[in-house]
């Protein structure tokens, strides 16, 4: 058996007695029992093998992923040769970096949609609640649900069982995943676990939605991670458990993106004609006054009129011909190439001057 295939058991394993099973062959068929790493790794197989840690939610990260993007994150402005002073300001640079990504990666989750790919009421549904990047994931499992059937294998009071199999022309199934059905809390799981480990629907239970009549999707298998509104839920402290008072009710993110879909709403009405530009640009100037003068404790109203009597608009001065800008300085091959085109009054020839004709001289 090949390395491929020992990959293979380690990845598609879906279940700890499965791997067992598998890498039992494998150490079989190449004599591999006696050997110490072998061993070692047989011993934490727990801590690397997803099979034992894929019914976990972890958001599709492994077990290092974590630690690895972090450690890339932070070299791209930490180094080991730098001073205390120079560290910190460094990673206050990252972190400000950080949260512009999220800052933009919500403008874009408020203000662009991807396209539907097609007419299924389920994949409209989410393109309005996933952000943009779990929904395009989301969306190929949908795309990928068309290529698989369901049957029904086992049934019974509380729990029923379906297969769930790809089927294309000309090839035979793949590997079958079991979708279960349990009556007494109306939910349903599949053996894939991705659901579990992702936290979206896979392409299995969609295709026995799709199967089932269900439409839209339910709001039980819906994270609310994955959410465009994920950050305006209520925070909690890990150390106390109590939740964090926000006097306004909604996130730093959740502000911005509102205020940044009013603006752009009205920047839009605004650049139609240069005399709304004008007068918008004008009050964005008064109206950032009055909002600093918020914080600071002063009177909105006193400083309306205070903007509107004492701010002056500075211009562009007039454009002045400045000293020295005549005529450009030539090089020499353009002096040499301008003489060469000089004509004599003397003699009528090109390449010298009455000062040097030779005629002239001659006589």
Not at 5 to 28: C, D, G, M, R, Y
Not at 164 to 171: A, S
Not at 277 to 283: A, G, K, V
């Amino acid at each position: 058996m090949t390395s491929i295939s020992l990959v293979n058991i380690i990845k598609q394993s879906e279940s700890p007695a499965e791997f067992e099973q598998h890498w039992t062959e494998v150490i079989e068929t190449t004599e591999l029992g006696n050997n110490e790493w072998r061993s070692s790794m047989y011993e934490i197989r727990s801590r690397w093998v997803p099979a034992y840690v894929i019914h976990v939610f972890v958001a599709g990260m492994t077990s290092s992923q974590r630690s690895e993007s972090g450690q890339s994150f932070l070299k791209k402005y930490v180094d080991k040769k730098n001073s205390l002073t120079d560290f910190i300001t460094r990673f206050n640079r990252a972190l400000a970096h950080q949260r512009h990504a999220e800052l933009v990666a919500n403008h874009i989750d408020i203000n662009e949609k991807p396209r539907v790919s097609s007419a299924s009421m389920m994949e409209n549904q989410m393109l309005h609640i996933y952000t943009k990047k779990i929904f395009l994931l989301f969306q190929k499992e949908i795309k990928q649900s068309h290529f698989y059937t369901c049957s029904k294998i086992t049934s019974s009071d509380d729990v029923k069982v379906y297969d769930v199999q790809r089927f294309e022309p000309g090839n035979s199934f793949d590997r079958q995943c079991q979708v279960t059905y349990y009556t007494s809390s109306d939910c349903i799981s599949c053996s894939c676990r991705m659901f579990d480990f992702d936290g979206y629907p896979c392409r299995h239970m969609i295709c026995y939605m799709k199967i089932k009549q269900v439409m839209p999707l339910p709001e039980k298998y819906i994270f609310c991670r994955w959410t465009k509104h994920a950050k305006q839920a209520q925070v909690f402290d890990l150390t106390t458990g109590l939740s964090v008072d926000n006097s306004s009710g909604q996130s730093l993110i959740s502000r911005h993106g509102m205020l940044a879909h009013a603006a752009s709403e009205l920047v839009d009405d605004a650049s139609l004609t240069d005399a709304r530009s004008t007068f918008l640009l004008s009050e964005f100037q008064n109206l950032l006054i009055r909002v600093k003068d918020i914080d600071s404790g002063g009177d909105i109203g006193m400083s309306r009129n205070k903007t509107r009597e004492e701010t002056q608009v500075v211009r562009d001065p007039n454009p002045v011909k400045a000293k020295g800008c005549g005529k450009r300085l030539k090089s020499g091959k353009e002096k040499a190439l301008s003489q060469s085109s000089r004509q004599c009054r003397a003699c009528g020839n090109n390449g010298h001057d009455k000062r040097t004709c030779p005629t002239l001289q001659n006589r």
